[in-house]
């Protein structure tokens, strides 16, 4: 992932600022917690969300540049203390090919320690920087642990609709692309026309990368991806190319196979049943249709991004999305 960013030799750089930054939030832990939490937050992710609060604080005054690489590292910890927790109510043992804090400590310590660095970012808030308030972070802090709440209190439960998807989408992905987005522009106090354009396109951004994963769960290239498809079938998760497929099936299959499979099998699902139930998705169409579903995402975004007054970030920013919602796998 070191590379991802090597087009913008600013933008590489301000990212070092922002790793270096963290590593020395980090080295200020407890001696335990430090050792525990080193290796997690050198895990080579791509600095995506630090990233666009870097590129959208261009389009204010140059001189609260620091204050936004305070704000992206604020941002990416917060992102990588979701994940800890995230891997412990999937049971994930590895992430990017790497063994989970979950999998080294179990549980109770990866909690802890997910709590202890998520209260180091907090510190880093502080008095509100430019335009940016820090109940703004919190609100979208808030989004992410209700949808994580409601996807897990409903987990088993295969036949949501697609209002529950959307609301638990906005809240565990976009709200905190938005938050990012808008966060560069808030904190260099850029006009607050382009601030709100920020948010709306980072929403956008941030639903069409979700759909996009979900997509790939089904389709995407095992090797790639550095985790098996089909895995949010096997964990109780309905994503929107089952949930397009099961509407499919209703209108058009009195039999309705792959609803009758996710009702038998439930939660138990083994290895051939998931491979099944994953064909019979791409086979009513849920691929093709949630990929018409990203588009629509897709245009929002990119019309939002033309509205900028600066277009050499509007051109940047455009480049990135393209690049990252046309992932292959
Ligand atoms: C990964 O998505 C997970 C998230 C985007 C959000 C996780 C948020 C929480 C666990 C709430 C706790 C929040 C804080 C602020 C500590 P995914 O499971 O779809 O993708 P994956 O394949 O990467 O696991
Ligand atoms: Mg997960």
Redesign the pocket.
Known sequence: MEDFWSSDSVLKHDLDLVREQIRNTVDQSHGFIKSLLKGHVNSGGKMLRPALVLISSRLGNQDSRFDAIKVASILEM??L???????I??M?LT?RGLPTLYAKVGAKQAVLA??YL?SKAMALVGDSKGDLKASAVANA?GR??E??LDQDAAQGDFFISKPTYIRRIAG??AA?FALSCYAGAATTKAELTDQYRMHRFGYAFGMSF?IQ??IL?YVGNENDLG?QTG??LQCG?PTIPLILALAEERKNNSNRPLAALLTDKGRQMNNKDTAKAVRMVVDLGGIEKSSHMCDVYRERALADLSLLSNTEVSSTLRSLFIKLIDRPS
């Open positions: 917060v992102h203390a979701s994940l800890i927790h995230d891997d109510l999937d994930a992430r997910g709590d998520l802090f992410l642990c949808s994580e565990k992905t905190l979700q994963d979900d769960d985790k895995r949010d998760i």
